[in-house]
């Protein structure tokens, strides 16, 4: 299957512009198992390079037609000259025979979809700003990324019976004045340790009878202790402290 990089605009732009995306990118050619696990990509090649055309100029049809390798595509491989290559039927109006076919077609490609799709949402590669011929290696550095943490999860799965989050148990920060705490376990479940005289009118989203800076200064400090965000705190207060002076 293909999957387009999207990059910026270079000075020779017309061949990296990919007409199907509407955005210019490199053409990588990815192949991924029935499981999901991304086995092999390609290098880039200009976004306006056809998917086709694409996997003739890497050799792919030719190997898996020479491997016996029978392999799922989607419909821009329509017409590949390799036997053991499957493509939904294309045109409207179809039997009923097709449609259930393109369905199971659809399928059995989605955990390699799903790959496909999960590799295309590291940061990194949502948008290049480097040389576009880096591409290739890029998709092949997160690819290992990628299936190395799949393998993690599947591990940490049939031993814990599920996915622990990373990190260590964790404490929000506990500041004079405040009358609550939260602890947090490595799988992301947390509880609210209570003051028992906590005062039963607490207001946590700031107290509606203060208005201008005092609200500002309120709405401040409850981010800040409660919610444990300084950065949104500081930029609730910092404008109009700035406007008093």
Known sequence: MRSLIHTDRVKADRPYYSGK??????????IAGPGGAILWTSGAL???????????IWGILRELEKAGILTLADKGYHGADATVVIT???????PA??????????ALRGP???????????RVLHK?????????????????????????????????????????????RYRPGVSRFTLIDPSGNSIILIQRDEPAELEYGGSKKLTGLARALDNARILR???????????????????MA
């Open 128 to 172: 290049l700003r480097c040389c576009p011929n880096k591409a290739g290696h890029l998709v092949k550095a997160i690819a290992v990324l990628q299936n190395h943490r799949a393998a993690q999860s599947a591990r940490l799965k049939w031993i814990h019976g599920k996915v622990l989050s990373s990190g260590l148990p964790r404490i929000t």
């Open 46 to 56: 200009p976004g306006s390079v056809h998917d086709l055309t694409a996997a003739r």
């Open 225 to 243: 202790e409660f919610k444990n965000d300084d950065r949104q705190a500081f930029r609730r207060s910092s404008p109009r402290c700035e406007d």
């Open 112 to 122: 390699g979809e799903r790959a496909n799709a999960q590799l295309k949402s590291w």
């Open 88 to 94: 939904p039927y294309k045109g409207r109006n179809k």
């Open 97 to 106: 025979s097709q449609k259930q076919a393109n369905r199971s077609h659809a």
């Open 21 to 30: 995306h509407r955005v210019h990118g490199m053409n990588i050619q990815i």
